[in-house]
């Protein structure tokens, strides 16, 4: 299928995801020796388990396509298709969705989303990480973000999770979705459940159509 002596060469980008794909690994296999003998991934230990998964995917799949020849760009609409399908049968059974601005919750009113079921942080949940998205942000404004981040926790908090699931929808590459992303566990921790946050990544809102 592939010559001996034919010449192959990546690409600075294609070595670095084969890299990160190398260390998201490495991770797998410390939750793995975690949960030894049983192999049971629950809670936050299944929550990173599919995080470094999905990163894998993201990364690979580039490579893949360049260097394997597969139909990559079908097989991602497909996958767009098949989130928005998931997504609203989601939402059909109660469950709430979790997003970062106004313009995200529009597109999913467009699918025939209930808007009641969405939730809008309107940047990062956790107040600390607006000087991380914008550092020229004035002292005298983070008390209302404080405040807006405070009853947007409480809001949370004060839902009925018992049956119903939370699913951030965090966009990939956006720096506001990966700080919240990054503390996802203090979210899970508001929900009094086992099962947490769940988590879906959208390539572009602008594929949301």
């Known amino acids: 299928m592939y010559g001996e002596y034919d010449e192959m060469r990546l690409k600075k980008e294609e070595i ?3 890299l990160s794909s190398i260390e998201d690994l490495i991770d797998i296999k410390v939750l793995i020796r975690k949960t030894t003998p049983e192999y049971q991934f629950e809670g936050n230990n299944k929550i990173k388990l599919m995080e470094h998964l999905q990163s894998i995917q993201n990364k690979l799949i580039p ?7 597969l139909e990559i760009n079908e097989s991602i609409e497909e996958k767009v298709e098949e989130k928005i399908k998931s997504i609203q049968k989601w ?3 109660g469950n709430f969705l979790l997003v970062s601005s106004n313009s995200a919750k ?4 467009n699918l025939n989303i209930d808007p009641r079921q969405i939730i809008v942080s309107g940047g990062p949940v956790f107040y600390e990480d607006y000087q991380k998205v914008n550092p020229q942000i004035p002292d005298n404004a983070l008390e209302g973000i404080k405040k807006k981040c405070e009853y947007l926790l409480n809001d949370i908090k004060q839902k009925d999770w018992s049956d119903n699931d939370l699913i951030f929808l965090y966009e990939k590459d956006d720096l506001s979705d990966t700080l919240t992303l990054e503390k996802i566990d ?4 508001l929900l009094g459940n086992e099962r947490g946050v769940k988590t879906i990544e959208i390539t572009s809102w602008d594929k949301f159509e």
């Open 186 to 189: 203090r979210i899970s921790n």
């Open 63 to 69: 490579v893949f396509s360049d260097h394997l020849n």
């Open 91 to 93: 939402v059909h059974n």
């Open 106 to 109: 529009k597109k999913l009113k």
């Open 16 to 18: 670095d995801a084969l």
